[in-house]
């Protein structure tokens, strides 16, 4: 899922061309790597000029002296837009993306308390979108450049894939999705990539998890693994 206390990126997971299309859902996950729980508030939103995307994360494991949580540790948000005026063209498939993301953390216990920032970051590119004929299976294509404030990073670019598959091996309700990205930071690359399985129990309640691999990212070097499991309600 998207974690705080070490950021994340998160991109469009289903995009549906032509009709109005919204969707809002709220995630839980208790990340069994780290061991604290994170909340994502989450939604989608298409209309004749594009779509909109945005996600806000929060971490919860601000502890007191008896280790016991007292208060959310971090936040993160994220806004994107794709704007494409040419729906019904030959290039419907291409659009234009502009995108926001950053956030902020504390750590620590209440008398010595610490905090650390994730800087602003601005995007721009282009997103390719390919799908199934009945859209059941989806896959965006992005590539990005990327502008930090107040951080080098060698090469200012961004390259994502994010995937979607509905009733996945025939099951109906299964679905299997997420997103992997590549960008730099100083002069290290940096991957980050949360696949999701979740199967719906029923119309608005769904029960699954995640996995986090990250290479180089968020102060951890190499690359790690960290498994989380969670509930996703749309409202």
């Not at 069994?32 to 508030?41: A, D, E, N, Y």
């Not at 948000?77 to 704007?83: D, G, S, T, Y």
């Not at 309640?205 to 498994?227: D, L």
């Amino acid at each position: 899922m998207k974690k705080f206390v070490f950021p994340a990126i998160v991109a469009i997971s289903l995009f549906f061309a032509g009709n109005a299309f919204a969707q809002t859902n709220f995630q839980t996950f208790y990340d069994l790597g780290r061991g604290h729980f994170t909340t994502t508030m989450e939604g989608f939103h298409t209309d004749d000029w594009g779509n909109t995307f945005f996600f806000i994360d929060y971490d919860y494991n601000m502890r007191n002296l008896n280790n016991t949580v007292i208060s959310p540790s971090g936040t993160y948000m994220e806004i994107a837009r794709c704007l494409n005026f040419w729906q019904d063209s030959s290039l419907s498939a291409l659009s234009i993306q502009v995108e926001y993301n950053g956030g902020l953390g504390i750590f620590g216990v209440p008398a010595t308390i610490g905090g650390f920032t994730v800087n602003n970051a601005f995007l721009v590119g282009l997103d390719y979108f390919l799908h199934s004929e009945n859209f059941n299976n989806t896959l965006n294509l992005k590539l990005l450049y990327k502008k930090f404030n107040d951080l080098y990073s060698k090469i200012p670019m961004q390259f994502t894939a994010v995937w979607g598959l509905q009733d996945l091996f025939g099951a109906k309700g299964l679905r299997f999705s997420g997103f992997a990205d590549f960008w730099c930071e100083g002069n290290n690359l940096v991957f980050l990539s949360e696949p999701q399985l979740w199967y719906q129990v029923f119309d608005h309640f769904n029960i699954g998890g995640e996995v986090e691999f990250s290479y180089n990212f968020a102060g951890m070097q190499g690359f790690n693994v960290m498994p989380c499991i969670g509930t996703k309600w749309v409202f």
